[in-house]
């Protein structure tokens, strides 16, 4: 008898302290109550010794998780492995990111004062249900292209005219008496204030994806009161999201001022509505995310380009006839799976990940040795490629970005890096990314 | 070894100038077996040793440098050999009772172990040999007996002629020894002799006069000590000092045993010694002894420790990093109530290591209920202690489970499923299953021994080998010794083809009148095969693929590899019942109507010098059963040995095989550097490589051979006094006749003149270059055969393409030779191919090493990713069920580009110059399994199988 299905990822909360579940999401049976307790348990007791547990793996790559956030709550992650996961190594990343952002998300709706001084635990368990659909989307990962919860590097798109935007939110942002605006296009950042951008990348991470799930919700307005983990985790902000057209959203983090209403009604109009054209063409990027001014080769499935310094990324994958006339059977889902997993694969193993600021020091100790195989190398990765039966992969690293690309098989192996390296530069000169 | 000592020396000495002429005597006669014939005459010196189970494990040391030093004393060539000897089972007192007692041991074990011999012995044919023989050995019985007293060289300086004086020593204690060692020998001497390994008589000294002093009651003179005990190692307690105070308490002999049972744990004690009057101790024979003391080389821990030796000086170094193995019984008897039941074994008690134990519940708790949570059983969890991150692979069997926790410093935790697989097979090959090796008390301290050279090995391997730097990474090590296959060394044909003649003909149990069949008895044993290694190399193998991972990694987990390459052996026995996994687990490929005959099976491993082989021998099935625990028997071994001698002959040509560069030519890391100016390359290649890229030159100059040849010869000739430099003192020394009398003072030339004598005699290949001075010129005309189808290749080119074709063997393309470092493994045969260390430490450079370490840590990553995307078919999944499919699908190719800088660059103006190189891995499943694994420099695309292929095939030939 399995308790959990294939591939499924199962989230656990509890109190640190005492063991109460919190909330349990993920896979639709839930894990006995014997076993949550035995999970948790062991951790507890290991802890009483002085040896912490962080994670345990399974054959067929199943693994759990364990991590404890401010010495109040528990979160541990349980995944049977199964056709979509990754390697232990790599599954083991995905986890520990999943628990961060999960942790992150639930200081970002509720304070982290809430969460830290456990005062009333049933009130606590009620409050939680509001992250329920943040951590849901976190978990399911059902959107598409979307990959900063992995990376922590906000998910970009790369408007054709990014001057007028920029103007624009500017503006916006400056007569909602805010420093802080920002235009999503399908969910992804098209421009933003120069102090979002400021703010840490899990943040803006975490707010694009709360964006998303507020516009998925279809209200065309909307006021939601947000703590930022890194900037204020103790006092909240107001943010307010505005659908310019669909797929195309507004957002400021405010103070008190001004109302959802008058900024919605004086504001919205009043400077967008002249831009509706502008937004339209930036819409019709799509998910290519890049302009079409910037060509990529047609062999190339799919790209993730990583801009380590304003830790921006951006992705696609473009999967046309030509590609499908020479392996039918990939499907534009896989390749997103495909590029993930590479990075994570690439990332785990010889490339350096960015510090990110969001993860205190108690909390780095734990998350921050999954990286013992790269200390061990003497000299320093810079390009990796795998070939795999799908698809060839191609990953390289300068000091400035990471780019990640996966090419069809029938690209030969020794023109990978050619590809890679042209691609990045044209990339480059075409955008200034 | 401190228990050294003149008399026993010298007695040596004189019996090997006994042998040594003998062995000029019927040296023209050529025949190898002959010298192995005495071994027979003689009990074996290994025959004490075994243990009741029939186990032996017998190594004798004769390390090069004593034996230079030796030569040099007596202008005598032959065998020096550093007698230690390791059992547990039996402690040798150093006394004047010593020879008494190992006789009458020694007979105790004969009748059972010699059946065969003893019948051989009616049958021996007569020899004055065996005279003399005799004689030289009752020499030296009657020779003083072997004493420690009073040799210690670092004593000498210090210690004047006072009469009597204190002294202080420090020692390690370790009790927890005692729980393992047999009671007996605690009886007479307590705990003074078990732990501290000091033999008190009180009796004697009641019958003694002591010259010097009014004798108090009670007082502790030692009158002996112990063989491999703290006392001796640490080389200041002699023979008639007296003990007077443990850490500052005063001791008697009253209270000795307290004092000393209050010894918690393995810990440093300082003792307080008065010692007595140095001057009348014998002079004359110190001049030489006191020489010989200083050059004979410290014996490395590495030997130390597989003599059984006191290893908790070793085992405090670790002590602080926290690894653990332990045995844990899953099924939980709620109603006992005796606490830690359920640790069936567990080795170290170090602190750190206490604390893994202490959380043991994690352990069995995950195991228990993960399986029913993720669908699978435990392979491994990550624990944080304190700062150190430990990985904790588990391996369940039957009801009880395996935990071992090793420091992910060293082991990362993509190799960790492969280190404890293959120390799982290596316990199963050593003892069937898991349950029968930890659940017998008795084999504690064996597991003990076992788990201590494991945890050494990999967390502080640079203490076992003399020289190595410590470098927190031993990647090299885990990828090689992870590989399911053994390093293979090629050899010219006609080599090869006379060692595997002389194995077959061993093979054939064809011994002639020592044979069974001669008495016509029925045979003892089937010899199932055997593998030959030269210099940790394979060199021949006729073991089945299965059997021959199972003696590897016994030998690998023993170290018996690295031991016969870097250190002489003097000999090596070792015997003991194994169960080849494959025959245990009833050989799936069996044709039908075929069964596997049910019988055991023993490994017999026999090192002599550079040369190991092993033989695995099944007792049932054809041959006659085997009952109870036999041990190895005389002839046997003795055939082994024969075999190896007989091979000796040809350790010329392997010798030359290492010397000369392999077949795909190798370039420094460190010529890349544009830091290197064109000069320093020169220089470099000059001076450093008989390895430099031939092909560089040779195609740089003119493609002509004769070119290549001429410039070939050249080097050789300036290389060659090195050669004999670094020989010096081993089995072949080339050039001391003809090239270089200069530089090696010590050979006189009546020695140059025995060893060219006695080559000749043994009838080698003559290939090389002791018949004369024009030998030496000759380029060593390598065919380096294709590794792994030599049947199937047959060379049809004349010898000149061939020559031609050798002088430009080139792995990679372009006109530059870019390749670094390779590995090539063959699935099926289960061997791999690598440069030998040889050339890899020939092409020295400073960053060379690093690459190379790099290299390994890479390719750990690569090969994980081809097994993790493979069916499981590898030997260390056999047990486990298949791996569900990678996420990214099957990895057929896989490489990383690496940047280099020199390291202290301290040009502030210039940025560093870098050099970039990949590391490729490939498997190949066509047209025969194979991983590929190379390292070249960036400025050259390569396209891997190509380079794997010239490597296999084509051109590399």
Not at chain 2, 386 to 396: C, D, P, T
Request: aromatic fraction near 6%.
């Amino acid at each position: 008898m399995m308790m959990l299905e294939d591939g499924c990822i199962q989230l656990l909360c509890l109190t640190a302290s005492s063991g109460v579940p919190l909330f349990t999401r993920g896979a639709s049976k839930q894990l006995p109550f014997s076993v949550i307790g035995s999970l948790n348990g062991v951790h507890m007791f290991g802890g009483g010794q002085g040896v912490l547990l962080s994670c345990c793996e399974t054959e067929g790559g199943g693994k759990v998780v364990w991590r404890v956030f401010h010495d109040s709550v528990m979160l541990i992650a349980v995944s049977r492995g199964g056709s979509s996961g990754g390697c232990s190594k790599e599954e083991e990343i995905r986890l520990q990111r999943l628990l961060e952002n999960v942790w992150h998300c639930m200081v970002l709706v509720l304070g982290q004062d809430e969460l830290v001084n456990l005062r009333n635990v049933e009130r606590l368990k009620r409050d939680l249900r509001s992250c329920f659909c943040l951590i849901d989307q976190l978990l399911e990962e059902k959107q598409q292209g979307v990959l900063g919860n992995l990376t922590h590097c906000a998910d970009s798109l790369l408007p054709p005219n990014p001057t007028l935007l920029q103007e624009a939110v500017d503006g916006f942002a400056q007569a909602a008496d805010s420093e802080f605006g920002c235009l999503f296009v399908h969910g992804r950042i098209a421009v933003a204030t120069e102090k979002w951008w400021r703010l840490a990348p899990q943040e803006v991470v975490l707010l694009s994806a709360l964006v998303r799930t507020l516009s998925a919700s279809g209200s065309a307005s909307c006021d939601y009161p947000v703590f930022l983990p890194q900037g204020s985790p103790t006092v909240a902000h107001r943010l307010l999201r505005f659908q310019l057209l669909p797929g195309a959203d507004v957002c400021v983090l405010c103070g008190p001022t001004p109302s959802l209403h008058r900024a919605e009604s004086e504001l919205v109009g009043q400077l967008w509505s002249p831009l509706v054209e502008t937004l339209r063409s930036c819409l019709s990027v799509g998910e290519r995310s890049l302009p079409g001014s910037v060509p990529l080769r047609p062999d190339v499935l799919a790209l993730l380009l990583i801009n380590r310094e304003t830790r921006r990324s951006v992705s696609c994958v473009q999967l046309s006839s030509y590609h499908l006339l020479s392996d039918p059977s990939l499907s534009k889902s896989r390749c997103w799976e495909l590029l993930k997993l590479f990075y994570i694969f690439s990332m785990s193993r010889y490339f350096t990940q960015e510090e990110t600021l969001c993860v205190s020091a108690e909390d780095g100790a734990q998350g921050g040795h999954t990286e013992d195989f790269l200390h061990g190398f003497s000299h320093q990765p810079q390009q990796c490629y795998l070939v795999t039966e799908e698809c060839k992969s191609y990953g390289l690293q300068t000091p400035r970005h990471q780019l990640f690309l996966l090419m069809l098989p029938s690209v030969p192996t020794f023109a990978l890096r050619t590809v890679a390296t042209q691609t990045l530069s044209d990339i480059i000169s075409a955008t200034a990314f | 070894m401190a228990s050294e000592s003149p008399g026993r020396c010298s007695k040596n000495t004189l019996s090997r100038a006994q042998r040594a002429k003998e062995d000029g005597d019927n040296g023209s006669t050529s025949s190898s077996f002959s010298s192995s014939d005495y071994n027979d005459d003689l009990e074996p010196e290994w025959l004490d040793d075994i243990q009741k189970n029939g186990e032996l494990f017998y190594l004798e040391l004769s390390d090069g440098e004593e034996e230079a030093t030796l030569a040099q004393v007596t202008a005598n060539q032959c065998l020096s050999t550093n007698h230690v000897r390791f059992s547990e089972k039996e402690a040798e007192v150093i006394t004047e009772q010593t020879n008494t007692q190992r006789r009458s041991s020694r007979k105790k074990g004969e009748p059972a172990l010699k059946k065969l011999a003893r019948i051989l012995g009616r049958k021996r044919r007569p020899s004055q040999r065996k005279g003399s023989k005799d004689g030289s050995r009752g020499k030296s019985n009657s020779s003083p007996p072997a004493s420690i007293l009073k040799h210690q060289p670092g004593q000498r300086q210090g210690m004047t002629v006072h009469r009597r004086r204190l002294k202080e020593a420090c020692v390690y204690l370790n009790p927890k020894r005692l729980a393992s060692p047999p009671a007996p020998l605690c009886d007479r001497g307590g705990l003074l002799e078990a732990l501290l390994g000091v033999v008190h008589r009180p009796a004697w000294t009641a019958g003694q006069k002591d010259q010097w002093e009014v004798r108090t009651e009670g007082r502790l003179t030692v009158h002996g000590l112990i063989p491999n005990s703290p006392a001796i190692k640490c080389g200041q307690i002699l023979i008639g000092d007296v003990l007077l105070a443990v850490d500052d308490v005063d001791v008697t002999s009253e209270n000795i045993e307290r004092v000393l049972s209050c010894i918690p744990g393995p810990t440093q004690v300082k003792l307080t010694l008065e010692t007595a009057d140095l001057d009348h101790r014998g002079g004359p024979s110190d001049s030489s002894t006191v020489h010989k003391m200083k050059a004979s080389p410290p014996v490395s821990q590495l030997v130390r420790l597989l003599w059984g030796e006191d290893t908790a000086e070793l085992q405090m170094a670790i002590g602080h990093i926290p690894h653990i193995v332990m045995y844990l019984s899953l099924k939980l008897d709620s109603t006992s109530l005796q606490e830690e039941e359920e640790i069936l074994y567990q080795y170290p008690m170090s602190e750190a290591s206490s604390q893994l134990k202490g959380v043991r519940g994690i352990f069995l708790t995950l195991c228990d209920m993960l399986e029913n949570v993720t669908g699978g059983q435990i392979i491994s969890s990550s624990v944080l202690l304190g700062k150190h991150l430990v990985h904790v692979g588990y391996w369940k069997e039957h009801n009880n489970l395996l935990v071992v926790g090793l420091p992910a410093e060293r082991v990362p935790l993509l190799s960790l499923q492969t280190v404890v697989g293959d120390v799982v097979r290596t316990l199963k090959v050593m003892y069937g299953t898991l349950d029968s090796a930890f659940c017998m008390v008795d084999h504690a301290p064996r597991l003990d021994h076992f788990f201590c050279l494991f945890f050494q090995q990999l967390i502080q391997p640079w203490r076992l080998r003399e020289g190595s730097p410590p470098s927190p990474v031993v990647s090299g090590s885990l990828f090689l010794d992870g590989l399911p296959a053994v390093r293979w060394l090629t050899l010219p044909p006609e080599i090869k083809m006379e060692v595997d003649t002389v194995l077959s003909d061993f093979e054939s149990s064809d011994f002639g009148e020592m044979s069974e069949d001669f008495f016509g008895l029925r045979r003892l044993y089937v010899i199932l095969g055997s593998c030959l290694f030269y210099k940790s190399y394979l060199i021949a193998n006729h073991l089945p693929k299965e059997d021959l991972l199972d003696v590897c990694l016994y030998c690998q987990h023993f170290c018996l590899l690295p031991l016969a390459s870097e250190q002489r052996l003097g000999q090596l026995v070792i015997w003991r019942e194994v169960f080849p996994q494959q025959r245990a687990s009833g050989g799936g490929s069996a044709a039908p109507g075929f069964t596997q005959p049910k019988g055991r099976h023993f490994l017999l491993i026999v090192g002599l010098r550079h040369l190991m082989q092993c033989v695995l021998l099944e007792a049932g099935g054809c041959a006659s059963p085997a009952l109870a625990a036999p041990g190895p028997d005389c002839v046997y071994v003795d055939q082994v040995k024969a075999t190896l001698l007989q091979l000796e002959a040809l350790e010329a040509g392997m010798e030359e095989r290492l010397n000369v560069p392999s077949a795909p030519c190798l370039s420094c890391a460190d010529w890349f550097l544009p830091a290197a100016t064109t000069r320093d390359r020169l220089d470099s290649l000059a001076s450093s490589s008989p390895v430099f890229s031939k092909l560089a030159g040779a195609i740089r100059r003119s493609p002509s051979g004769s070119r290549g040849r001429s410039l070939f010869g050249e080097r050789s000739h300036k290389s060659s006094p090195q050669r004999s430099l670094s020989d010096s003192g081993s089995e072949v020394q080339m050039d001391v006749g003809s090239a270089a009398p200069g530089l090696s003072p010590n050979s006189t030339p009546d020695s140059a003149r025995r060893h060219g004598g006695r080559r000749d005699s043994l009838g080698s290949g003559g290939s090389d270059g002791s018949g004369g001075s024009g030998g030496l010129f000759k380029t060593p005309r390598m065919k380096h055969p294709n590794p792994f189808y030599l049947g199937t290749l047959k060379k049809t080119l004349t010898e000149r393409e061939t020559e031609e074709m050798y002088n430009t063997i080139k792995l990679t393309s372009g006109t530059e030779n870019t390749l670094f470092h390779y590995v090539l493994m063959e699935t099926v045969q289960g061997i791999f191919i690598a440069p030998t260390h040889r050339e890899v430490a020939q092409l020295s450079g400073s960053i060379h090493p690093q690459l190379i370490r790099n290299f390994h840590h890479c390719c750990l990553s690569i090969r994980a990713a081809f097994q993790q995307s493979l069916p499981a078919r590898d030997r260390r999944a056999a047990d486990r069920p298949q791996r569900s499919g990678w996420g990214l699908g099957p990895v057929k190719e896989h490489g990383v580009l690496f940047q280099c800088k020199p390291e202290n660059w301290t040009d502030q103006r210039k940025p560093a110059p870098t050099m970039t190189y990949w590391v490729i891995g490939r498997m190949l499943l066509e047209p025969v399994p194979q991983e590929f694994y190379v390292c070249f420099h960036d400025s050259v695309p390569e396209v891997p199988v190509e380079m794997a292929f010239r490597l296999s095939f084509g051109l590399a030939f």
